[in-house]
Structure formats: C-alpha cells, structure tokens
C-alpha cells in the first residue's frame, strides 16, 4: 500500500531521516512512535508529499509520489492533525464536505454520506453547523476525522489526534476509532507517543530512534522478542501512575 | 463573490470618470498661481474672454512659479499672468535679457507670447512692523547690516529665486542667520505675532495698510522691475484670432493703486474674486460678465465629488494592484522583500514632491493626483495582504495541501477568506490615509476638499478652511465606520468568534 525506500531528509543541514525504508500493508492500523524528534511526523508527511524527501522514493497506493500526481493522490487519501486543522472560517459541515463539493459531487451523495458519518462518529448533524471555534477538543477532533472520511480514502493518516484531549474524551475517542478502523477495513498509519495507544489501536508498531527504525513488529513480538534494549526501555517507560501501587501488592 | 462584484463595479466607474477627467478640453484654460493677485487676474482674464464669447475656464491657485510655466508649455494652461522680474530671473535666468523687447523675443523661441503690460509694478520689497521700525531705527536695506540677530521670514520661492534671498544678501552684504521659509499668507501673522522681524513681500499686497507695515527703502535698487503680464501660448491666435486683441485690451488697464484696492476687496473686504474681477470688468469695458453665487451646499457637492472620486478611483486601483501583489510576496519571500521595500520606498516621498514629480508626465490636474494617491495606496494594502496570508497557522495551511485542494483553490477557499481581516484592515488604512492625503491634489489642479483649505489659508478666512476641513475628516470617519460595516458583512461569522468561546 505504501513503500518507502532508501530515504533520507534533512532540515538546515541536520539529517532527520537516515535512509529508511518501510512497507506498511493493505488494511492495517500501523503506528508510528519513538521520543520527541525521532523524525516520526516528518515521516508521516513525507508519506504524502507535504513534505518531500531529498533521497529515495515513495509510493503511495501502488504508484511513486510526484509533483504532478501528488495532488490527486492526496485526495484518496484523509488526513488528521493534532489540533483538528479545521477552517475557523467554515461550519464544521462546511470543512467535511468542503473537498466533495470542490469535486463536484452530487448534493445528494454528500448529504448521505455526512449523515453516514454522524452516525459512525457520535455526532448530531445540528452540531455541525458550529465552527470550529464554538467545539470541545474531542469534537473537533471527531469533525476532522469525519472530514479525513469523507470521500472514502483507502488510507488514513493521523498525528497524534488524540494528543490535545483530556483522559476522559481521550479513551471515548480511541475506543470509537478502534471500532472505526476495524468496520471500514482502512489503512491506517498514525503517529502517537502514547504505548497505550499504539497497543490498543496497531495491528503493527513501527518504533524510531533518530531517524530509524529500531523495530517495525507487532505488540507482542515487540514484548517478547525485543530488538534493542531501547525497545525495552521505551516500553516500560510508559508507565501507568498506579504502578508503584500495583508493584507493592505483588 | 460580494467582494468581487463590488470590485468590478468600481473597476467600471473609474473607466468611466477616466473619461470624464481626460474630457473638458475645448475651453480654454486660464491659469493662476496661488497667491490672491494672480487669481484676481486669472478671473480678470477668463471672465474678459468670456463676456466676449470665448469658452474658458480659469484653474486657480495651481502652485508657483516652476509649475504655472511647466503647465504653460505643456499645455494643460493655455494663459497665465506673470510678471516681467519673475520672468527674467527665474524662468529664463539662462538667458541675458535687458529690455522688454529682448524678453519677448526670447520667450517666442519657447512658443511662448506676451501681452504688453498690465499696468502696475508688483516688486518685491522687506517690510517689518512699525515697532521694529522705530526700536532700531530702520530706513532702508543697508540698514540690517548693523542687525545680525533680526528673524527673517521669507516664502519659499524668495528663499531660492536668482532674485530672492540669496542675490540681495550678497548684495546688501546682509549677516543675518536665522531665515526661515514659510508660507506669504503665514508670514503675516508670524510678523503680527512677533515670531519673526522681518519679511518679504510684494508691493500691492492689501496687507500693507492693513497691518501698518513699514517698508524699507531698495536703497541700492537690488530687485528688478516685477511688471505684470500675460503669457499666453502662441498656438492660441490660430485657435481664436480674437485672443490677441483681448488681451491687448488689458494692457495698461491695471494701476498700483488699482491693484492695491482690488487685493484689499478679497483679502480684507472677504469678497470673491470673481465678484472683484467682475466689478473691474463692468467698471473700466462696462461690459457684465456671469459671475456665479456659490452656495456652500453647491460648493461641497462639487468639492465632495471631485474628492469622493480621487479617493475611489485611486484606491480600487491600488487594491487591484496591491492584493495580487501581496499574495505573490506570501508565496515567494525574496519576491516579498523586493515588493515591501519598493512600496516602502514610495511611501517615504514626501506627498507635495511626489505630486510635483508627476507633472512632467501627467500634467496637472485629476490624473497625476490619481497616481500618486494610488501609489501610496499601496503599502498598507500590500504589507496586510502578505501579512495575512503568511500568518495562516501551519497545521490549517498542511490541512490545506493534505485535502488535495491545487493552489489556486486554497488560495480561493481558505487563504483569502482566513486573511480577509487583515486585507480589510490594509484597505481600511489606506482608504483614511487617502482621503487625508488627496486634499493636497486641490495644489496641482485637482480640486477636491483641499481647495477651500487651500483658499482659506490664503485668504486667512478660517470659515473656507473648515469648510474644506471638517467634510474630509467626516469622510474619513465614514470611510473608517464603512469598512467596519463591511468586515461584519463579509467576514465569516466562524472568525468572528473569539476563541474564549471554546467549550
């Protein structure tokens, strides 16, 4: 689904991503994690051409990333940022339907796939007359996700979504996503910091330490058969606050 | 797609007020500097040719000397009065000329004709107030040698004609320091409020008598002889063959003490000039020319739409303009800097120097105001637009790009609209900035609300200046009250709201 190989960029001089390759398969949840600058968002935007890599190749859905393909790319694909990355100036209808109504597509179509979507992802259609201004940070995470799912990508890419949300909206929504990804049958590449996260959401882990890939396995295999010490200090650092608690009682 | 219909309609009228100000060209067109005697006489003149069947319209108070000639011989003026002195010393100071005969001759080579003289002697002369007079004993020129500390307050053009200041202190020998330049009209007050001793003036002027002035005695008969005359363009006798002899019927008609009275009448007496003109006309060639009664209603209707139209021609343009070139500066940096530099650099010409450099190309008049309001039109529009583009938070601009919308879509869809406070508020500057700065088109011909400001201070008659004043600070309240309406109009209601809303 999408290949990377051989790939390298730098910032001021400063390489970030030292020749990478990675292939990540057809209708998995693939998460992205590692420390603060390990290049994991910078890889993801390599993926579909915000950013573009100074050496190797990518390809996106069985064809190479360029500037004259990117665009159409882009658009079988959905995109989730952080803090949302809504329009302010548009309802929060407007921003989900705003790529299907540039494309043209029938107001009829649009109208049942938005409500398909409300549905999917716990919002009322009456709160989509809100601006994003006027939302909690779960609902505009909720409305980008819908925006992200609009024209039925094949893959989904996400950074950090659930990165701003309080604990409580946090779990509500990675509970919703699970269901979200495994009914849609999407492919889903996400960037977290989160272990919890990343071993509840990812069928596979890709772990990065400066620039690479330190070990790309599932939860399990990555548990037994660690590749590196780090891989072992990385997951056990990610440590729940009752801990010491559980620790004492055994 | 509001905006846009608005743009158009203001793109049409101003093609269509293009037409207007290049249009009005049959009449022919008297001019005047911008000093009283010279718009008695530009009135005498057009109002002469007129009781005699001759379509023609005076532009007064055009500015001095430099730009009346310039405008003579590019003919946007066809006549002007002047005066013998001014003529020789600072028009063709090049060239050495004795007599009356040689200055016409010289003149003719320009394609240049004048009449024979008015009548009257304007010279230049120095006069202090009678208690500066008495303290030092002041008769004649040479007696300043003795007083190096005396304030000397002289206009503009005395300060650097060949005949002025700089000739008559190498000719006096005079020490004097402090000189400063200010306007005639202000001059006098200055000497009334004892802020300067010493000024100079021009022997008809009405405010001699007026302020009990004692004038000092041209002991070495520095200044020339300042005979007025008319100067018209010799094209003009194949156009209307009667011209020659019209304006011959002028000549020797004017006395001193004709002058005097007549500068008295406008400046002191606070009739029009055009009523002064006429008087003068019916009086000496009993003839009754149409003077015109203004009333101020009248007179702001047309000085409110002369300016209205400098303003709203002048801006579209620059917002057609300026909004694609912020938009290239947003996108490539280096084109950027280049573009903010060069309106910065526009932005410092001081806005009287910049309107003077547009003369040569432009003529006087609507058009060279046009541009130059255009061009400082520009910088607030341009530094906002390219301000607002860049200021779009990175995660909305990668949303952008990640949609897959091409670059003229996210320009339509989400940047304009997410910059449109910030281009607003550019425009909003510059439309205030705008209406205050096209008041100084009324100097180069261009009319507008500067005119009765510009009238006023030479008349000193407060009443004219705050007739000129006070409409064009209201209109840029207005201006500022209409783009605050139209931010709420056209603003999306989702940017209206502030982020403290956030649930």
């Known amino acids: ?250 | 797609m509001m905006l846009q219909k608005s743009i158009l309609q203001l793109l049409l009228l101003s093609i269509l007020s293009g037409l207007v100000f290049a249009s009005a060209d049959a009449n022919i067109k008297v001019g005047s500097k911008k000093f009283t005697e010279s718009v008695i006489l530009g009135e005498i003149i057009s109002q002469h040719l007129s009781s005699h069947g001759i379509a023609a319209v005076h532009q007064d108070q055009l500015g001095g000397t430099r730009l009346l000639w310039k405008a003579l011989l590019g003919g946007d003026i066809d006549i002007y009065p002047d005066y013998s002195g001014t003529i020789i010393h600072e028009i063709l100071q090049a060239e050495d000329i004795d007599n009356h005969a040689e200055l016409k001759s010289a003149l003719e080579k320009t394609g240049v004709l004048m009449a024979n003289p008015l009548g009257f002697n304007n010279t230049y002369a120095l006069g202090v107030s009678q208690a500066t007079a008495q303290k030092y004993q002041l008769r004649k020129i040479s007696d300043l040698k003795n007083l190096p500390d005396l304030r000397f307050g002289f206009t503009n053009e005395f300060m650097d004609r060949e005949d002025g200041w700089p000739s008559l202190r190498n000719y006096y020998q005079l020490p004097q320091k402090t000189v400063r330049g200010l306007d005639h009209d202000l001059a006098y007050k200055g000497l009334e409020a004892e802020s300067i001793d010493l000024i100079d003036l021009y022997s008809t002027d009405a405010e001699i008598a007026y302020y009990q002035l004692h004038i000092l005695d041209d002991d070495l008969k520095h200044f020339p002889e300042y005979s007025a005359v008319i100067l018209y363009r010799a094209e003009l006798e194949d156009r209307n063959p009667q011209i020659k002899s019209l304006l011959a019927q002028l000549s020797g008609s004017i006395s001193n003490t004709e002058m005097v009275r007549m500068n008295s009448a406008v400046k002191l007496d606070g009739n029009s000039e055009a009523l002064v003109a006429h008087n003068f006309l019916k009086q000496k060639f009993n003839v009754s020319s149409l003077v015109e009664n203004s009333t101020l209603l009248s007179r702001l209707l047309k000085t409110g739409s002369e300016h209205l139209l400098l303003v709203i021609l002048s801006l579209s343009a620059a917002i057609l303009v300026a909004i694609p070139l912020g938009i290239w500066g947003a996108r490539s940096p280096a084109a950027g800097q280049i573009i903010l530099s060069t309106v910065g650099i526009i932005q410092t010409i001081p806005s009287l120097a910049l309107l003077v450099f547009m003369i040569p190309l432009l003529g006087i008049g609507g058009p060279p105001a046009l541009v130059a309001l255009f061009l400082y039109s520009l910088l607030p529009i341009v530094r906002n637009t390219l301000s607002g583009l860049s200021d779009i938070p990175l995660d909305i601009r990668e949303s952008a790009l990640a949609l897959g919308l091409p670059p003229a879509a996210r320009l339509k869809l989400v940047e304009i609209p997410l910059a449109t406070r910030s281009i607003l508020a550019g425009i909003k500057t510059s439309a205030v900035i705008n209406v205050g700065t096209a008041t100084l088109g009324a100097l180069i011909g261009a009319g507008g609300f500067g005119q009765p400001i510009l009238t006023g201070i030479r008349l000193d008659d407060t009443g004219l200046i705050l007739e000129g004043a006070i409409p064009a600070a209201v209109l840029a309240l207005l201006v500022q009250w209409g783009f605050d309406l139209l931010e709420r109009l056209i603003l999306s209601p989702g940017l209206q709201i502030s982020q403290e809303s956030h649930s």
């Open chain 1, 1 to 250: 689904m999408i290949q990377l190989d051989q790939i390298s960029k730098s910032f001021g001089g400063q390489e970030v991503i030292h020749d990478l390759s990675l292939e990540i398969p057809e209708e998995k949840t693939v998460v992205l994690i590692g420390p603060s600058g390990c290049g994991k968002s910078t890889l993801l935007r390599l993926m579909i051409g915000i950013l573009w890599p100074d050496k190797g190749r990518i390809s996106l859905l069985r064809k190479e990333l360029t500037s004259q393909n990117i665009e159409s790319l882009r658009q079988q694909v959905g995109f989730v940022l952080q803090d949302g990355g809504l329009f302010p100036h548009l309802t929060a209808a407007q921003n989900i339907c705003l790529m299907a109504k540039y494309l043209q597509r029938d107001p009829a179509w649009i109208q049942s796939r938005l409500a398909e979507l409300c549905a999917l992802s716990r919002l009322s259609l009456d709160l989509l007359e809100r601006y994003p201004r006027q939302l909690s940070g779960g609902q505009v995470q909720r409305v980008a996700l819908m925006r992200a799912l609009m024209l039925d990508p094949q893959v989904l890419f996400l950074d950090e979504p659930l990165g701003a949300l309080d604990p409580l909206h946090r779990v509500s929504l990675q509970d919703d996503m699970k269901s979200i990804f495994s009914e849609l049958k999407k492919t889903v590449i996400m960037v977290t910091h989160d272990m919890g996260e990343a071993a509840s959401l990812a069928d596979l882990i890709v772990i990065m330490r400066e620039g690479r890939i330190v070990q790309y396995d599932n939860m399990a295999t990555l548990v037994t058969q660690p590749a590196d010490p780090f891989v072992v200090e990385f997951i056990n650092a990610q440590r729940k606050p009752w801990q010491h608690l559980e620790d004492q009682i055994r």
